[in-house]
């Protein structure tokens, strides 16, 4: 009996000490956390058009996905994000729901949005030099209105074989 507890001390101590080989390695390969990023900014939203689709997928990221905020909390968050004339927005009822509702029907207007991009393309000044700084600034200014255009399902055939 002594003999077997003698093996089964041994057995005990071998395995306690792969163990903690095996704890040293897997804390060599952890990430170090000790490194702080910092918070980030939650998102506002001024009341342009162009600026809704980023503010909304920002703002559903941060905001509206955690689960560690209750719905008064997550309307706070809401009605803090809201500058300038999107200050002024209000909702049939002061709940969150009906105020990212009242939102989306507002900024979501694909008429409204196809009319301002299509607007700001033909407001483009002409190419007085033909540089390429100049050439490239306005192909960029270009696909970043017809990006929005083709997420809106607005984009010409034309369109897609010159901005590809």
Same mark, same amino acid.
């Given at each position: 009996?002594?003999?077997?507890?003698?093996?089964?001390?041994?057995?005990?101590?071998?395995?306690?000490?792969?163990?903690?080989?095996?704890?040293?390695?897997?804390?060599?390969?952890?990430?170090?956390?000790?490194?702080?990023?910092?918070?980030?900014?939650?998102?506002?939203?001024?009341?342009?058009?162009?600026?809704?689709?980023?503010?909304? *997928? $920002?703002?559903? +990221? !941060?905001?509206?996905?955690?689960?560690?905020?209750?719905?008064?909390? #997550?309307?706070?968050? =809401?009605? /803090?994000?809201?500058?300038?004339?999107?200050?002024?927005?209000?909702?049939?009822?002061?709940?969150?729901?009906?105020?990212?509702?009242?939102?989306?029907?507002?900024?979501?207007?694909?008429?409204?949005?196809?009319?301002?991009?299509?607007?700001?393309?033909?407001?483009?000044?002409?190419?007085?030099?033909?540089?390429? *700084? $100049?050439?490239? +600034? !306005?192909?960029?200014?270009?696909?970043?209105?017809?990006?929005?255009? #083709?997420?809106?399902? =607005?984009? /010409?055939?034309?369109?897609?074989?010159?901005?590809?």
């Amino acid at each position: 009996m002594k003999e077997d507890t003698e093996k089964f001390k041994v057995s005990i101590l071998v395995f306690l000490s792969k163990y903690k080989e095996q704890e040293k390695e897997t804390a060599k390969l952890a990430p170090k956390s000790h490194i702080k990023l910092p918070d980030l900014p939650s998102p506002t939203f001024s009341g342009k058009f162009q600026e809704f689709e980023n503010f909304k *997928t $920002q703002f559903m +990221s !941060l905001i509206v996905n955690n689960d560690s905020l209750n719905e008064s909390q #997550k309307l706070v968050y =809401l009605k /803090s994000a809201f500058k300038k004339e999107a200050a002024l927005i209000q909702s049939e009822q002061d709940k969150f729901d009906s105020l990212l509702n009242t939102l989306e029907n507002r900024y979501e207007n694909k008429r409204a949005l196809a009319d301002m991009h299509i607007a700001e393309i033909f407001s483009i000044n002409k190419l007085h030099i033909e540089s390429p *700084t $100049q050439i490239r +600034s !306005l192909s960029d200014t270009v696909r970043n209105h017809m990006r929005p255009l #083709k997420n809106l399902k =607005l984009e /010409s055939k034309e369109s897609q074989i010159l901005f590809q």
